[in-house]
């Protein structure tokens, strides 16, 4: 099937949409998580989620408004407990990331039945997006995208400096708690897209093939919105043709990306 | 007469109740030029934390006269991640926050602003550089014009001839004392025998703080004060070591 006839189908609006939306929000939160080194941290959020996921399918409730739940809780956890020193910041993020798939696993298993879509929570399923799924990401993106324009040289000047921006009278504890609960909801919302196991890819290989060729903060969030749409669409197409997982394909054609953005930084 | 700027009374601090500083009182005056010295986890940031608002001190007081934005901060070189994507040009102007739109707001028309400070540092070539490309010393100019850019009526250093060549140390003081003659300064150095001709006072920290109202100190009183560093002269060899005394 030709590339634009596909739009045709509902489903196929739906996903393109959905790329569109989150390559924008992953893009941009993507680039805040690479540049403060919060990838584990974002590993710890993503899998506690999933403990959400599983006492969604048990209360009967959507399962990813109780991702949203406990990856909001993990994310405020984790920035708490870190700052307070309480354990040692890697080892907190080892027990919420396992910790909630633990609640997830056994909610899951409690279900009576079978629990529905359980794998595109953990692979992902860019074309099951619903409308309900794209006006949360409508909502998300927008708010998203105007923070960080709003704030965009705070947000850069504390991630560099914290206790700099402090002596400059910035709220710092506020901003971080404010970024984290966007980062949380970016990767509940991302899960649609690659599940899961594969999520944090969306959050990082974009970002690290931008910064081959620029430097710059501003730089590697447009940099990354394109890589992260153009993957997204193309891994699509292909996943759809070639009729394999679409979230596996999308993470393949971003490290595709990557590799080639390294073979063009070498050739040239 | 009230030209106070900062007062630290009986001032206990440290981290998770474990205690760095105690007991310690300081007043800083408008154009005072204060030589922080002592030994190495002696407590020296962790005053300087203080001062800045940045920990609350679990008894005593600090007292501000003058706003805490009005305060330049050179942070110790150490907790900064080189790969982190921010220019120079960028470090610089963060020094200009205020507030949390402050930065958006003024951007444009603080470019000239940016360039002239960087000028008076000699880095002005390097602005569009990223840190990550910069050498220790380019970076610790980076740090002191993102100190002075907002003008401040105090400027508190935290050892900032970390990594600078002699060239640039010399530069660097001579900076200092210029800008001694319209605000007062508070510098954190472990070389007591190179900022000598420079301060007016010193201030020894190890837990405890005992403040010496002239430029000059024996070994004799770094003893008393209980503050066990070298006094090193560059180009005099060998150099005076003084014993640590434990009380
Ligand atoms: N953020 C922190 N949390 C816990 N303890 C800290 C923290 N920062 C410093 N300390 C401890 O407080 C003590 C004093 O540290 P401080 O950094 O004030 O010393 P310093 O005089 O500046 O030393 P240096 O010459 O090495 O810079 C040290 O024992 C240090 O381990
Ligand atoms: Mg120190």
Known sequence: MEFFGLFEYGFFRNAFSAAFLMSVTCGIIGT????????????????????????????????IAGAAVFAVIAALTTENLTRRKVLRNDSIIAITWSLGMAIGIIFVYLTPGYAPNLMSFLFGSIITVTLADLIFMIALTATVSLFFMAFYRTILYLSF?????????????????????????????????????L?????????????????????????????????????LYVSYVLNIPSGATIIFTLVVMYLSGRLIKFVA | MNNLQIELKQVTAGYQGHTVLEDVSLSIRHQDFIGVIGPNGGGKTTLLRV???????????VHYHISRKEIGYLPQISQFDDQFPITVHEVVHSGL????????????SCNARIEEILDSVGIRALQNRSIGELSGG?????????????????????EPNTYVDNKFEIELYAILKELNKTLSILLVSHDIGTISPYIKSIACVNRRLHYHPSNEISEEQLKVYNCPIEIISH???????IKEHQQ
């Open chain 1, 32 to 63: 805040y998580i690479v540049a403060r080194r919060m990838v584990f941290i974002s590993g710890g959020i993503t899998h506690a989620s999933f403990g959400g996921v599983g006492i969604g399918y048990f209360l009967g409730v959507p399962p």
């Open chain 1, 161 to 197: 400096d914290e206790q700099f921006a402090k002596t400059r009278g910035i709220p710092v504890m506020l901003m971080n708690y404010l970024l984290i609960v966007l980062v949380a909801l970016t990767i509940v919302l991302s899960i649609r897209i690659a599940g899961i196991i």
């Open chain 1, 199 to 235: 999520v944090l890819s969306l959050l990082t290989i974009p970002q690290n093939t931008a910064n081959l060729f620029t430097n710059r903060f501003g730089g590697i969030i447009i940099g990354s919105i394109i890589i992260g749409f153009l993957s997204s669409v193309i891994g």
């Open chain 2, 51 to 61: 001062l800045l608002g940045l920990i609350k001190p679990f008894s005593g007081t």
């Open chain 2, 97 to 108: 926050l205020t507030g949390i739109r402050s930065g958006v707001l003024k951007h444009r």
């Open chain 2, 138 to 158: 380019e970076l610790q100019r980076t740090m002191l014009a993102r100190a002075i850019i907002s003008s401040p009526r105090l400027l508190v250093l935290d």
């Open chain 2, 235 to 241: 180009g005099q060899i060998p150099h005076r070591i």
